[in-house]
């Protein structure tokens, strides 16, 4: 089932349970697809692209949450928390941070990495790699760690 199917159906879902939180995050997530297609015309968008849609609705909520806790608004940090816990569902499985280690230490060798200056490099064929199953803050600060313990 492609995921724009599964969406909608788990909005039907949704409003037979009477789930308002699910049901409106779903809205929210369909109403950002189709901005998404109507920003791509007349190329139709893919399922990357959803995929895409989805992870930036994903990276918002966690910032939100964070500055919500910050602020000490914890009924608006709780909220967030219920959204993004029905868009990581749609979300792809994630990598652990061994996994993402492992990966960032055999491209750190494959590219030749010597310094924190060829941190864009290593990101980038990283996010290559891990396709979307990891975090992009946590691959930066493991990419930074593991540059800065590099012998110079």
Same mark, same amino acid.
């Given at each position: 089932? &492609?995921?724009? &199917? *599964?969406?909608?159906?788990? /909005? *039907? #879902?949704?409003?037979?349970?009477?789930?308002? /939180?699910?049901?409106?995050?779903?809205?929210?997530?369909? #109403?950002?697809?189709?901005?998404? &297609?109507?920003?791509?015309? @007349?190329? @139709?968008i893919t399922a990357d692209d959803v995929m895409a849609v989805i992870k930036k609705l994903v990276k918002q909520r966690k910032e939100s949450i964070e500055q919500f806790t910050t602020a000490n608004r914890m009924d608006l940090a709780d909220q967030e928390s219920a959204e993004l816990k029905v868009l990581e569902a749609y979300m792809p499985t994630q990598m652990s941070q061994a996994d993402v280690e492992k990966i960032v230490n055999d491209v750190i060798a494959s590219v030749g990495a010597k310094s924190v200056k060829d941190m864009g490099t290593v990101m980038k064929e990283t996010q290559a790699r891990t396709a979307g199953q990891a975090d992009g803050k946590m691959i930066s600060e493991i990419i930074k760690a593991k540059l800065a313990a590099l012998p110079v």
């Open positions: 089932m &492609e995921i724009r &199917e *599964k969406i909608t159906a788990d /909005v *039907k #879902s949704a409003m037979l349970a009477k789930d308002s /939180v699910k049901l409106n995050t779903l809205r929210f997530l369909q #109403s950002a697809i189709k901005n998404k &297609e109507i920003d791509s015309r @007349p190329t @139709p």
